[in-house]
C-alpha cells in the first residue's frame, strides 16, 4: 500500500516527460518546417527578381497623380465612390447616404430589351423612336458633359486603399458605375445614329472607348474583365454605324485611331502579375494575422474543421502556398501571351492548364490557395483574347469602309487596305496568321478570327445554349459581319 503513491508519482513524472517530448518534437517540425518554407520562397523569389521580376504588392501599385490632373478626383466622378471610401480610400462607416452618385445611370426597360449584339448580326430595334430615346436619356446630360470634360484630364487613380489589410478587402465601387455610363453612352449612341446625327454618335463612342482606359493601371483583374465588357458595349454602334455606312471618312479616321490605343494582351500580363501580388499579399495577411475564417452571410462558420486547420498550420506551409502561386503564375500562367509577336496560344494554355492541374493534384498543403484560385484565371486568357480580336476586327472594318467610301466598293482582299487605309493589318493573335476575309454576293463581307478552337469553321458563330443565348467564345470562329441586304 505504501508503493501506490510512489508508483502514481512515476507515471505522472513519465507522462511529463512523454508530454514534454511532443511537445519538443511538435516545436522542431514546426521550426524545421518555417525555415524550409521560408528557404524555399526565399530562393525562388530571389532567383526571379535578379531577373526582373517583382512580387510584392508596392511594384504593381499605380504611381500617385496630382489631384488637379486626376479623372478620378473629378466631382462627377468622385460622386461614385465618395458614399464608401474617403479620398484615401479608406471605408467610410456608416456609408454617406446623403452624397449623390450622378453615375448612377439606369437604362429604362423599353430601351434596354431593343439593344443589338455585333457578335451575333443583330442591329438594335428600339421599341421607342430615336428621339424619343434620346429625350428619355436626356436627363443624364449634364452628368455626361462633365465627364467628357474630366476625360480630357491627363490622369485617372482612383482612391483605393492599397494599404488594406487584407487587401482582398479593397472595395471597388467605380467599376460598377463607369459600366453603367458606357451602357447609357451605348444606347444614346444607337439613337443619334438613327437620329441622322453622326457626330454625337462619335462623341459618345469615343466617351465610351475612353472610360475603359480611366481604371487601365489598376492591377485587379475584375477592374480589366469590367474594361473588356465596356468595350463590346461600345462596339455595338460602331458596328451599327459601320453597317449602316454612317460614319465620314474623317469619324472613321477617328474612331480607329481610338481603338489602335487598345492593347489587352499587354493589359494580360500586367494584370496578371497584379493578381499574382495581389494573392501573396493576402497569404501574408494570413500568415501574420491567421485570420482565416469561411463565413456564411449569418456570421457562423461554414467549415469549422477546415478553418481550425488554417490556423494550426505552421508558417511554412503559407510561404509554400506563395511559392506554388508564384510558380503557377511564372510557370504556367504568363507565358499563355506573346507580347512581342502580339498572340495567344489555345492550344499551349489548354496544354500548361493539364500541367498545372497535374502538378496541383500532386500536392496538399502546400498548394491549398492555388487550386482555389487557378479555377477563377484559367478563362482570363481566353477573355483577353477575344477582347483584343474585337478591336482588331473593327479596326479592319473600318478600313474596310473607307476603302468602300474611296472605290465604291469593298476590295476583293485586305492587302489593299495598307498603308493608306489603315497604318498596318493586325494579324490573327491566335495563330498569327492573316484574318479570314471574304467578299458575299450581296455586297457585303465576312471578316474573321479562327477563334479559341484555332479551326476555321468558314466564318461559322456558335451560339451558347440556354435562355441567354450568348455567343459561345469556345467553338466556332469570332466573325464580324454585317445582316445579309
Not at 505522472?12 to 524555399?40: M, P, Q, S
Not at 527578381?49 to 462627377?76: C, M, T, W
Amino acid at each position: 500500500m505504501n508503493e501506490e503513491p510512489g508508483t502514481a508519482r512515476r507515471i505522472f513524472k513519465y507522462f511529463l516527460i512523454v508530454c514534454a517530448g511532443l511537445v519538443a518534437l511538435v516545436l522542431l517540425f514546426y521550426a524545421e518546417e518555417d525555415w524550409r518554407g521560408w528557404h524555399a520562397w526565399n530562393r525562388f523569389k530571389h532567383q526571379w527578381e535578379a531577373k526582373g521580376e517583382r512580387f510584392d504588392l508596392a511594384s504593381v501599385i499605380p504611381a500617385p497623380v496630382p489631384d488637379d490632373q486626376n479623372f478620378a478626383l473629378s466631382p462627377v466622378v468622385a460622386g461614385c465612390y465618395g458614399s464608401m471610401l474617403d479620398a484615401n480610400g479608406r471605408k467610410i462607416s456608416p456609408p454617406d447616404t446623403n452624397l449623390v452618385n450622378r453615375l448612377n445611370m439606369e437604362i429604362p426597360p423599353d430601351i434596354a430589351k431593343g439593344i443589338g449584339n455585333w457578335q451575333k448580326s443583330t442591329v438594335s430595334e428600339l421599341q421607342l423612336s430615336a428621339a424619343d430615346v434620346l429625350r428619355a436619356l436626356s436627363k443624364y446630360d449634364p452628368a455626361i458633359e462633365e465627364l467628357r470634360q474630366a476625360g480630357q484630364l491627363p490622369f485617372s487613380r482612383f482612391p483605393l486603399n492599397y494599404d488594406n489589410d487584407p487587401p482582398a478587402a479593397i472595395l471597388l465601387p467605380h467599376l460598377a458605375a463607369l459600366k453603367e455610363c458606357a451602357v447609357v453612352l451605348r444606347s444614346r449612341a444607337i439613337a443619334e445614329l438613327q437620329n441622322g446625327q453622326s457626330d454625337l454618335a462619335l462623341a459618345d463612342v469615343k466617351l465610351g472607348i475612353q472610360l475603359t482606359g480611366k481604371i487601365r493601371t489598376e492591377p485587379f483583374l475584375i477592374s480589366h474583365l469590367v474594361r473588356i465588357a465596356m468595350v463590346n458595349i461600345t462596339l455595338q454602334p460602331i458596328w451599327e454605324g459601320l453597317a449602316r455606312h454612317q460614319w465620314s471618312e474623317a469619324q472613321l479616321a477617328e474612331l480607329e485611331r481610338e481603338l489602335s490605343k487598345l492593347d489587352f494582351l499587354s493589359d494580360y500580363e500586367f494584370t496578371l502579375r497584379g493578381e499574382r501580388a495581389l494573392d501573396i499579399a493576402n497569404i501574408e495577411y494570413l500568415r501574420r494575422t491567421h485570420k482565416f475564417d469561411l463565413m456564411d452571410d449569418s456570421g457562423h462558420s461554414r467549415r469549422p474543421v477546415q478553418n481550425i486547420g488554417f490556423r494550426l498550420m505552421p508558417n511554412s506551409w503559407y510561404y509554400q502556398n506563395e511559392l506554388a502561386i508564384a510558380r503557377m503564375y511564372q510557370q504556367w500562367i504568363l507565358p499563355s501571351v506573346d507580347i512581342e509577336r502580339q498572340t495567344i496560344s489555345p492550344a499551349a494554355i489548354r496544354q500548361n492548364e493539364a500541367a498545372e492541374t497535374n502538378a496541383l493534384r500532386r500536392l496538399a498543403f502546400y498548394d491549398v490557395f492555388a487550386r482555389m484560385l487557378f479555377p477563377a484565371l484559367s478563362p482570363a486568357a481566353r477573355r483577353f483574347a477575344c477582347a483584343q480580336e474585337s478591336a482588331d476586327l473593327a479596326r479592319v472594318a473600318i478600313a474596310l469602309e473607307r476603302y468602300r467610301l474611296a472605290h465604291g466598293e469593298y476590295p476583293q482582299s485586305l492587302d489593299a487596305l495598307a498603308p493608306q487605309f489603315i497604318a498596318k493589318l493586325p494579324h490573327d493573335i491566335i495563330n498569327c496568321e492573316p484574318l479570314h476575309y471574304r467578299r458575299t454576293s450581296d455586297g457585303q463581307f465576312t471578316l474573321y478570327s479562327v477563334g479559341w478552337n484555332e479551326t476555321d469553321d468558314e466564318g461559322d458563330v456558335v451560339l451558347q445554349k440556354g435562355p441567354t443565348s450568348g455567343v459561345d467564345l469556345n467553338q466556332g470562329d469570332w466573325v464580324w459581319r454585317y445582316p445579309a441586304k
